[in-house]
């Protein structure tokens, strides 16, 4: 026996049905995606999220996104090198002076295989969902991660003269969640 449905006057399949129901799915889950997406791919998000050794600057008083000043480098530990440590200048609170030294708890550059910067959505999908990529997180404790941390907060309240990450903390949390809900599908998959 062959169930079939009749929706606005058109008979379809069980299966065919199931098609509809994945296929929007799919597509919510991708609209969810890209709201995750405006914020990694946001300068706040992605200048530290390099690939190379050096954080990026970016903004309207510095033109193109450029190098971090002052020869900076990741370090061993992502803290900064010896003698040039993150915090040297990043301390727990923004600067108050306009295009002064931002800060935050337990400034650092995110780990190295945790790129963002120069990626594509498709990109950084895919290494959203790699254990071996996001620091061994589940997607739900990486949207926990985005939600709660001071430091990945930050992107949301940058200080004076930055342009802070889309929405808020709270906003990319559902998103990351209802994305994951979704069967957290990537571009182009």
């Keep these: 026996m062959t169930l079939r449905f009749t929706i606005i006057g058109i008979s379809v399949g069980a299966a065919s049905l199931a098609a509809i129901g994945a296929f929007a799915q799919e597509n919510s889950g991708l609209a969810e995606w890209e709201k995750v997406y405006a914020v990694f791919s946001h300068p706040r998000c ?5 690939e190379d050794e050096s954080p ?20 061993e530990d992502g803290f900064g ?5 993150c915090t040297t200048c990043h301390f727990e609170t923004n600067s108050p002076k306009l295009h002064g030294p931002p800060g935050a708890p337990h400034w650092h550059l995110a780990p190295a295989e945790m790129v963002w910067f120069e990626k594509s959505s498709a990109e950084i999908c895919a ?20 939600r709660d941390d001071a430091l990945v907060g930050w992107g949301w309240s940058p200080g004076p003269g930055r342009e802070p990450a889309p929405g808020s903390a709270q906003e990319t949390y559902e998103a990351l969640v209802a994305w994951a809900d979704a069967g957290a599908p990537c571009p182009g998959e």
């Excluded at 992605?46 to 390099?50: G, K, P, R, T």
């Design 46 to 50: 992605a200048n530290c999220h390099v």
């Design 56 to 75: 990026r600057w970016s903004g309207p008083h510095y033109g193109a996104t450029r190098v971090h000043g002052f020869a900076i480098g990741r370090g």
């Design 81 to 85: 090198n010896p003698g040039q440590r």
């Design 127 to 146: 290494q959203i969902k790699d254990p071996a990529r996001n620091g061994g997180r589940t997607l739900e404790e990486i949207a926990v991660h985005v």
